[in-house]
């Protein structure tokens, strides 16, 4: 069974950095798009970032220039690196990633559990 499991979140002040970082486990065979969403309250559910198998990577406008999308493909982690950090950074971020497990015809889409992210001013 695909897990994906977030760590890194937590209070930093304003201007301040934080590293995320999103392991995926279980029968895995190949991994394609990683991504992290936040979602703060009232809100809809946004895209922060992204990245292909390749490399390639997206960003919303909101924090391109302070924020990096990184992948490690041995050990299955995406991660986010967070500078200059803003309140309105202040959200619950959430990993995602299109994987085909062993077996499968086909790959789908997981999602991690969430981690809190809270930038007070």
């Known amino acids: 069974q695909v897990q994906l499991v977030e760590s890194g979140g937590g209070l930093v002040q304003v201007g301040g950095s934080l590293r995320l970082s999103c392991a995926a486990s279980?029968?895995?065979?190949?991994?394609?798009?990683m991504a992290w969403y936040r979602q703060a309250p009232g809100l809809q559910r946004e895209l922060v970032a992204a990245?292909?198998?390749?490399?390639?990577?997206n960003y919303a406008d909101s924090v391109k220039g302070r924020f990096t999308i990184s992948r490690d493909n041995a050990r299955k982690t995406v991660y986010l690196q967070m500078n200059s950090l803003k309140p309105e950074d202040t959200a619950v971020y959430s990993c995602?990633?299109?994987?085909?497990?062993?077996?499968?015809?086909?790959?789908?889409?997981?999602w991690g559990q969430g981690t809190q992210v809270t930038v007070s001013s």
């Open positions: 995602t990633a299109d994987i085909k497990e062993y077996g499968n015809r086909r790959s789908r889409q997981y």
């Open positions: 279980g029968s895995i065979f190949s991994i394609n798009d």
């Open positions: 990245i292909t198998s390749g490399g390639t990577r």
